[in-house]
């Protein structure tokens, strides 16, 4: 047993990093092939209902290796045979005088061979079986059955993993469609949240929402960063007729260029290296409902290709897959509005944008709709009070003026961190609206920001070496106000005082810009 502690310690290592078996076995199998010189490693499931055995993770060596059917139907007694298997004795070797024989033809793989296996239990008696294959005869020895009987511990362990996540997959959907069911028989297709200024600031932006809804249409919504586009594309799937499917959010500035095909159509096994199982991508996980691509304009070219071919005819194949797949997916897309100037510089395509923006949404920043402040500021000031376990506060009048006159470039998710500040400061008993926009976001000066000097970081901007605007690129003006606020946080991205709270805006999306923009944020933290 000691000559396998190393490799039973990697195999424990793949199973406590994966849930799902069909994970986990395709990494362990390269561990074994040397160990146990088989063609063929399976575990097969179970399942009493259906009295049949389930191969749900299988990999082989060869091409030209046997295979598991996908199931195998069992009679009566064969299941109780199984069943019983695992009382006294765990593993099973074909080429043993006493194996049970029936039980051998039971579990061994088309083609024949000689078999070695393990039986996965639990207190109720057999569930998963463990085998391996060679198609030569007594491959397997009294050395390979002793690994097999160590391996079973972690092999349960994982099975069991599987099991649950079915099980817990199972019950939600249950659950879901008793939502779905009781709304109905309250006569509502869906909860629809409601949106502050929909009455007012956003009315006019509420009616085209409603205009659109219930097409099929793709909706572009243009709007500067924190001003709400994800909300109002929630509103839209909600309103529509795919409300009771998904509706999943991609930030296509967050992710890598070279996995953007992967994560938006999915990939083969092996199609890659680190490509270890099939995967989903996320058009296929939208199937149904709506697909919100929020930063659009960041997609790479090859991108915009594949995506003009899915919204052209719903068509896609997977990374190193050949078989073309179809999906009913509606894409609502949302990008800053500059985005007509990517397209007018050829960086983004022009037969893509008029694919995104047949029904073009522009979402007004919270300066342009200041009724809307008040009652945002009180929902926020609401909900910050529920996460920090605060008595629910409300704006004070003496404190709705400061609200009022700031600029808010950051919109309303700089409101809501300027919110969240206030209920802390306040230690819960009232907002400190004061000393919260006391901390503006938006610095200029190169020397490190910390709580007690932010003011004079912006003033260090308004007195540094003016430039010519007039000749520089706008990529260049951001690179460089980046650069900046990296040197001030000394290259700190996320949290407290990091640059993405500094320039109001999704980490993600700052880490995406850096890197189209070219720059290294890691040679930053060097200069504190």
């Known amino acids: 047993m000691e000559r396998f502690s190393s490799l039973l310690l990697k195999i424990w290592r793949q199973v406590s990093c994966h849930v799902k078996i069909e994970e986990s076995v395709p990494l362990i199998a390269p561990l074994l092939w040397g160990q146990l010189a088989a063609q063929l490693i399976g575990v097969l499931r179970v399942d009493v209902g259906q009295r049949r055995l389930e191969a749900i993770a299988v990999e082989k060596r060869r ?18 045979d199984l069943l019983a298997w695992g009382r006294t004795e765990t593993v099973l070797r074909g080429s043993s005088p006493t194996a049970d024989r029936r039980l051998l033809d039971l579990i061994r793989p088309t083609g024949g061979g000689d078999v070695l296996a393990g039986a996965l239990t639990d207190k109720a008696g057999v569930y998963g079986v463990f085998v391996a294959a060679a198609v030569p005869p007594d491959v397997f020895n009294a050395e390979h059955e002793i690994l097999v009987q160590a391996l079973l511990e972690p092999l349960t362990v994982a099975l069991q993993n599987d099991r649950r996540v079915t099980e817990i997959s199972a019950l939600r959907d249950a659950a879901e469609a008793d939502r779905l069911s009781l709304l109905r028989r309250l006569g509502r297709d869906a909860i629809v949240d409601a949106i502050v200024g929909a009455e007012s600031g ?8 409603d205009l659109v809804a219930p097409s099929d249409l793709p909706v572009l919504i243009l709007g500067e960063t924190g001003s709400g586009k994800e909300v109002i594309a929630r509103a839209i799937h909600q ?12 930030n296509c500035g967050a992710i890598p260029s070279e996995l953007i095909d992967s994560e938006l159509f999915g990939h083969e096994k092996g199609s890659f290296t680190g490509a270890t199982a099939l995967r989903k991508g996320w058009f296929e996980r939208a199937d149904g409902g709506s697909l919100f691509l929020d930063e659009v304009g960041e997609l790479s070219q090859a991108a915009q290709v594949r995506l003009l071919r899915v919204l052209q ?9 050949q078989r073309t797949s179809t999906v009913d997916v509606r894409v609502i897309a949302a990008t800053h509005p500059d985005l007509q100037v990517k397209v007018a510089d050829g960086r983004f395509r022009q037969d893509l944008w008029y694919r995104i923006a047949v029904f073009p949404i522009e979402l007004p920043p919270l300066r342009a709709r200041r009724e809307d402040i008040l009652a945002l500021a009180n929902h926020f000031a609401q909900r910050s009070a529920r996460r920090f376990g605060f008595v629910a506060l409300t704006v004070s009048p003496e404190d709705l003026p400061p609200l009022l006159e700031y600029s808010w470039p950051g919109n309303a998710r700089e409101l809501a961190a300027v919110i969240d500040r206030a209920v802390i400061l ?7 609206i004061a000393k919260a926009l006391g901390m503006p976001l938006r610095p200029g000066g190169v020397q490190p920001v910390t709580s007690d000097n932010r003011a004079d970081v912006t003033r260090a901007s308004d007195e540094s070496k003016p430039r010519s605007l007039a000749s ?14 990296l040197a001030a946080t000394h290259g700190k991205i996320e949290g407290p005082l990091g640059a993405a709270e500094v320039l109001a805006v999704n980490p993600h999306t700052l880490r995406a810009r850096m890197r189209k923009l070219g720059i290294d944020w890691e040679r930053f933290r060097t200069a504190s």
Request: aromatic residues 6%.
């Open 313 to 321: 005819d719903g068509t896609f194949e997977r990374v190193g897959g």
């Open 239 to 250: 309103r529509s007729p795919r409300h009771g499917g998904p509706f999943l959010r991609v």
């Open 202 to 209: 956003l009315k006019t932006v509420m009616e085209r929402v």
């Open 472 to 485: 520089q690129r706008l990529d260049d003006v951001m690179r460089e106000h980046i650069e900046r606020v």
């Open 426 to 432: 306040g230690q819960g008993k009232r907002l400190e």
């Open 63 to 80: 091409a030209e290796s046997s295979e598991f059917p996908r199931y195998r139907q069992m009679q009566e007694k064969e299941l109780e």
